[in-house]
């Protein structure tokens, strides 16, 4: 149970509560024993009655009328009690599993951009969903059950020896037994758990892709071919389900068995006594009712042994993900606010899980307020270059600074609140348009939020929606066409008022009208902004301050428009064809 000793920070938080779930455990455990012994205790005076011409019928009466109204109030009080048990210690269970989703929801925010390129979504998905549930049955149920079975044991078998200790022993003949059985077939379940949990994220993991992609899926007509691969996936999990399952079917009929090879040795030791005058009839009576009280706890203990091994192979899992540290880290912090240069000095960027070398030896210089082009053949490292600044990755060589101070001496929040960033593929949540746009400003106004969407020049298709701003969108935006959710995307940067502006090909799906329109809005909102702009359109950076063309991560050309028009090489090739296609 190594893995499952990481929840116990939190069994300690809540201690207190867990303390009065045992007790309230005990409690009910000690009224559940009345009912035994006031049965033997009828039985034995219902005996003594026959055997005595003599016996006070009345007496009898009165005891037995006693008897039974104890017997149904400690009855009562003992379902009270287990109830208060299961409000105590499973409400505890659900205080866990929030807090453990909560650690792992706020651990995957923190980890870089490379560990979500080698992790699946559904994977991601299953361990914060599937597998912390499994974690909750171990704080949960498991513990309520074992605090109970202890509880019951130690107060019946203890009970049971107080009034005959060698019937005691006989009785408790199958329990060493049983410990060797739990032991064994728990490794197994152990191991087979872990597989139905990997094989359970493969599944959700290809469900994920298979939803995320289904236009894609139905264009290719490949729905058969998917359903195949779901199937023979399908196929697997049922297979790894299927053995887990013929495992965990052994435990209960075990259980049984050893139970009754328990009450056999009750009637036949105890009957043997009984005949010898060394216990009564009622003694007798009493261990048959304690040994099947004991029924339940130690069939239990098998589901208990179980769920535990099912958490201990989730947990497990979850801690892989949990003691992953990011590669990007806060830094000590700075206090300066004012706009500084965006300094690039011997940039190198290498990506280890590719073997490509994004950027080589990038020496730049970005005047505050001004404005950079980057062009480049696709795979030249533009979007990388912004990649850096937002410090999604840190350079393996080199260092990006702000004025005088590296990014890495920036807190993360503190240097992402200074950017707005527009990415090439803009993702939209499937909440509403005002909503999408306000996650670049939770403080702006609705007025602000219309002023970014017409600077965007998005504002009109906007008015055009039944609902408007209200509109709430699909997965990934899918209700808006490409180039609207460029501009929505790029209205979320806007309300933002960013020192500095990241624009990654963020026009592409947009005609070249209302691209005028957006670099007109534009021209007069990034007057005290520092503005990257990588585009494939030289239209969208033919008035930046400075140009620069970008090839396999090297600078190989830089100057303003007019400069590089006139230069041969890649800038100047591109504007003629461009102007070419533009005429025809």
Same mark, same amino acid.
């Given at each position: 149970?190594?893995?499952?000793?990481?929840?116990?920070?939190?069994? /300690?938080?809540?201690?207190? %509560?867990?303390?009065?779930?045992?007790?309230?455990?005990?409690?009910?455990?000690?009224?559940?024993?009345?009912?035994?012994?006031?049965?033997?205790?009828?039985?034995?005076?219902?005996?003594?009655?026959?055997?005595?011409?003599?016996?006070?019928?009345?007496?009898?009466?009165?005891?037995?009328?006693?008897?039974?109204?104890?017997?149904?109030?400690?009855?009562?009080?003992?379902?009270?009690?287990?109830?208060?048990?299961?409000?105590?210690?499973?409400?505890?269970?659900?205080?866990?599993?929030?807090?453990?989703?909560?650690?792992?929801?706020?651990?995957?925010?923190?980890?870089?951009?490379?560990? /979500?390129?080698?992790?699946?979504?559904?994977?991601?998905?299953?361990?914060?969903?599937? &597998?912390?549930?499994?974690?909750?049955?171990?704080?949960?149920?498991?513990?309520?059950?074992?605090?109970?079975?202890?509880?019951?044991?130690?107060?019946?078998?203890?009970?049971?020896?107080?009034?005959?200790?060698q019937l005691t022993l006989y009785t408790i003949i199958p329990l060493?037994?049983?410990?060797?059985?739990? @032991?064994?077939?728990?490794?197994?379940?152990?191991?087979?758990?872990?597989?139905?949990?990997?094989?359970?994220?493969?599944?959700?993991?290809?469900?994920?892709?298979?939803?995320?992609?289904?236009?894609?899926?139905?264009? /290719?007509?490949?729905?058969?071919?998917?359903?195949? &691969?779901?199937?023979?996936?399908?196929?697997?999990?049922?297979?790894?389900?299927?053995?887990?399952?013929?495992?965990?079917?052994?435990?209960?009929?075990?259980?049984?068995?050893?139970?009754?090879?328990?009450?056999?040795?009750?009637?036949?030791?105890?009957?043997?006594?009984?005949?010898?005058?060394?216990?009564?009839?009622?003694?007798?009576?009493?261990?048959?009712?304690?040994?099947?009280?004991?029924?339940?706890?130690?069939?239990?203990?098998?589901?208990?042994?179980?769920?535990?091994?099912?958490?201990?192979?989730?947990?497990?899992?979850?801690?892989?993900?949990?003691?992953?540290?990011?590669?990007?880290?806060?830094?000590?912090?700075?206090?300066?606010?004012?706009?500084?240069?965006?300094v690039f000095d011997k940039v190198s960027l290498y990506y280890p899980?590719?073997?490509?070398?994004?950027?080589?030896?990038?020496?730049?210089?970005?005047?505050?307020?001004?404005?950079?082009?980057?062009?480049?053949?696709?795979?030249?490292?533009?979007?990388?270059?912004?990649?850096?600044?937002?410090?999604?990755?840190?350079?393996?060589?080199?260092?990006?600074?702000?004025?005088?101070?590296?990014?890495?001496?920036?807190?993360?929040?503190?240097?992402?609140?200074?950017?707005?960033?527009?990415?090439?593929?803009?993702?939209?949540?499937?909440?509403?348009?005002?909503?999408?746009?306000?996650?670049?400003?939770?403080?702006?106004?609705?007025? &602000?939020?219309?002023?970014?969407?017409?600077?965007?020049?998005?504002?009109?298709?906007?008015?055009?929606?039944?609902?408007? @701003? %209200?509109?709430?969108?699909g997965e990934r935006g899918v209700t808006l066409s490409g180039g609207?959710?460029?501009?929505?995307?790029?209205?979320?940067?806007?309300?933002?008022?960013?020192?500095?502006?990241?624009?990654?090909?963020?026009?592409?799906?947009?005609?070249?009208?209302?691209?005028?329109?957006?670099?007109?809005?534009?021209?007069?909102?990034?007057?005290?902004?520092?503005?990257?702009?990588?585009?494939?359109?030289?239209?969208?950076?033919?008035?930046?301050?400075?140009?620069?063309?970008?090839?396999?991560?090297?600078?190989?050309?830089?100057?303003?428009?007019?400069?590089?028009?006139?230069?041969?090489?890649? /800038?100047?090739?591109?504007?003629?064809?461009?102007?070419?296609?533009?005429?025809?």
């Amino acid at each position: 149970m190594k893995a499952l000793q990481y929840l116990n920070k939190y069994l /300690y938080q809540y201690r207190v %509560k867990l303390a009065v779930g045992i007790l309230i455990t005990v409690i009910a455990r000690v009224f559940s024993l009345f009912a035994p012994r006031l049965i033997g205790n009828s039985i034995t005076a219902a005996e003594e009655f026959l055997n005595d011409p003599n016996g006070d019928l009345a007496a009898l009466k009165a005891t037995l009328l006693l008897n039974i109204a104890i017997i149904v109030g400690t009855a009562l009080l003992s379902g009270f009690f287990t109830f208060l048990m299961r409000q105590t210690i499973i409400n505890v269970s659900r205080y866990i599993e929030y807090d453990l989703k909560n650690e792992v929801f706020e651990q995957y925010l923190r980890l870089s951009q490379v560990f /979500y390129k080698n992790n699946r979504t559904g994977d991601l998905m299953n361990r914060i969903s599937e &597998d912390v549930g499994k974690v909750r049955m171990y704080v949960g149920p498991a513990i309520m059950y074992s605090i109970n079975t202890v509880a019951l044991f130690v107060i019946v078998i203890s009970y049971m020896i107080s009034i005959a200790p060698q019937l005691t022993l006989y009785t408790i003949i199958p329990l060493p037994l049983l410990s060797f059985l739990i @032991y064994k077939l728990s490794r197994i379940i152990n191991i087979r758990s872990t597989k139905v949990q990997e094989t359970l994220s493969k599944l959700s993991s290809f469900t994920q892709e298979s939803f995320s992609g289904i236009s894609v899926l139905k264009s /290719y007509n490949l729905q058969a071919q998917n359903s195949g &691969d779901f199937d023979t996936l399908a196929q697997e999990s049922q297979d790894k389900n299927m053995a887990l399952v013929r495992v965990q079917a052994w435990f209960f009929p075990l259980m049984i068995l050893l139970i009754g090879i328990s009450n056999l040795l009750v009637i036949f030791i105890g009957g043997k006594q009984y005949i010898a005058d060394e216990i009564t009839i009622g003694v007798l009576a009493e261990f048959i009712i304690y040994v099947n009280m004991l029924t339940w706890p130690v069939a239990v203990v098998g589901w208990i042994t179980s769920i535990v091994q099912q958490a201990e192979a989730s947990q497990e899992r979850i801690n892989a993900f949990l003691k992953e540290r990011p590669q990007i880290v806060d830094g000590p912090g700075v206090t300066s606010n004012t706009p500084a240069p965006l300094v690039f000095d011997k940039v190198s960027l290498y990506y280890p899980e590719t073997e490509i070398m994004a950027l080589q030896g990038l020496d730049l210089v970005v005047e505050k307020g001004t404005t950079l082009g980057i062009v480049g053949a696709v795979g030249s490292g533009k979007s990388t270059l912004l990649d850096l600044i937002c410090r999604l990755y840190d350079p393996s060589e080199g260092s990006i600074r702000l004025g005088d101070h590296p990014l890495k001496e920036f807190k993360i929040e503190e240097l992402r609140s200074r950017i707005g960033y527009v990415p090439q593929n803009p993702f939209l949540f499937s909440q509403t348009i005002l909503e999408n746009i306000q996650f670049g400003n939770a403080n702006a106004s609705f007025e &602000d939020i219309k002023k970014a969407a017409e600077n965007a020049a998005v504002a009109d298709n906007i008015e055009a929606f039944k609902n408007k @701003y %209200k509109t709430v969108l699909g997965e990934r935006g899918v209700t808006l066409s490409g180039g609207q959710k460029q501009r929505v995307s790029l209205a979320r940067a806007l309300v933002k008022d960013p020192e500095i502006l990241l624009l990654d090909d963020c026009l592409s799906a947009v005609d070249t009208d209302t691209e005028e329109t957006i670099l007109n809005n534009l021209k007069k909102l990034r007057k005290n902004k520092t503005t990257l702009i990588v585009s494939h359109r030289l239209s969208s950076i033919i008035e930046a301050d400075q140009i620069i063309v970008l090839d396999r991560g090297k600078i190989i050309q830089k100057g303003t428009h007019q400069s590089l028009v006139k230069s041969p090489g890649y /800038y100047q090739e591109l504007f003629i064809k461009q102007q070419s296609e533009k005429e025809n």
